[in-house]
């Protein structure tokens, strides 16, 4: 089926009165794309960012459009045209309400559900590891293949500070380690942990998406839940959590970002074996002396310190 993609330029103003005249004409399922949003957004959820992508900040600058869809179909064109009559009255009446621009793209129904998986090839991960989407056919060449798919909310693996987490897995999981995944996403760090050797793997992410996402992947690669247990939650602050979790783990890994690895340092030493290691990602390249600092405030000794892409990564003991 094909669909056109329609959008409506406006002002902050303009947002609920558009929104009301497109529900009048039985349009719903609208995409809402503003400035004001995006920062409220980023200013109340700044202990999850680090990096805001620049051409991601600057395609935001001034931004207030509507998207909404209808189907490429004679039904779908008359829609359309009492769009564009409504938005000539409302033009009319409110020029305040700025330019409501009409403008329209065409796409096919896979374009916005399976495009996105183009983009994800087999990589080739240190030594040992390849990391194969799911819907990809490859050569393993005698490497660690771990499948993924990681949904389009989770990583596969394509990102600096996950592979930097891979590579220091590949050289330090031995048979038999216990390993914690902190924030797991798609599962791929604790995953990779119990194909290169691990015994169990315990992991959380505070999206509760993550469970069924990690829980998947791990079947795809012949991992059954007497080796693996994924949990939603947050770490800092649930305590049944924390109680389930227990301690004793030979590797502590931790991909998220430099403040959520701060606040969790001074706990991590509870989570570990004696001798353990606490691997730390996800630190953009301004705040790496920052994070190193307050590993080694909270006892840490840096062994290990790599970079890829403007991201850091720390292994500690």
């Known amino acids: 089926m094909k669909w056109l993609a329609l959008h409506i330029d406006t002002v902050p103003a303009g947002l609920e009165p558009v929104e009301a005249t497109l529900s009048s004409l039985g349009i719903d399922g609208l995409v809402i794309e503003d400035e ?5 957004f980023l200013e109340q959820n700044k202990q999850y960012w680090d990096y805001v ?24 064109f008359g829609q359309v045209a009492s769009v ?25 129904d896979a374009d916005w559900e399976n495009n996105w998986k183009a983009f994800y090839k087999p990589m080739e991960i240190g030594d040992r590891l390849i990391v194969i989407p799911d819907w990809e056919e490859a050569d393993p060449k005698g490497r660690v293949a771990l499948r993924l798919n990681p949904g389009l909310a989770f990583g596969t693996g394509s990102h600096a500070t996950t592979r930097l987490c891979l590579a220091a897995l590949e050289k330090h ?12 996403g798609s599962g791929i760090l604790s995953i990779a942990s119990l194909l290169l050797g691990a015994d169990t793997a ?54 998220i970002v430099s403040d959520v690895i701060i606040a969790l340092t001074p706990a991590a030493r509870s989570m570990m074996a004696p001798g353990g290691l606490f691997l730390t990602s996800g ?23 790599n970079a890829s892409e403007g991201w850091f990564s720390f292994l500690c003991r």
Do not use: Q
């Open 173 to 184: 999981v031995r048979k038999g380690m216990r390993v914690l995944d902190l924030g797991c």
């Open 283 to 305: 630190i953009i390249d301004d705040r790496a002396g920052e994070v190193r600092a307050a590993l080694e405030a909270a006892g840490f000794t840096v062994e290990e310190a």
């Open 36 to 40: 004001e949003d995006f920062r409220r």
């Open 84 to 108: 564009r009559i409504a938005l000539a009255r409302l033009k009319e009446n409110h020029p305040e309400y700025g330019p409501l621009l009409l403008t329209m793209d065409d796409i096919e």
């Open 202 to 255: 315990f992991a959380c992410d505070i999206d509760e998406k993550a469970v069924d996402i990690a829980y998947e992947n791990a079947a795809l690669n012949g991992v059954d839940r007497s080796r693996y247990t994924v949990r939603a939650g947050n770490v800092l602050s649930n305590w049944k959590l924390r109680l389930e979790m227990g301690g004793g783990y030979d590797i502590v890994a931790a991909n």
């Open 53 to 76: 992508d620049e051409e991601l900040d600057r395609s935001m600058v001034g931004k207030c459009r509507i998207t909404f869809y209808v189907e490429k179909s004679e039904a779908g």
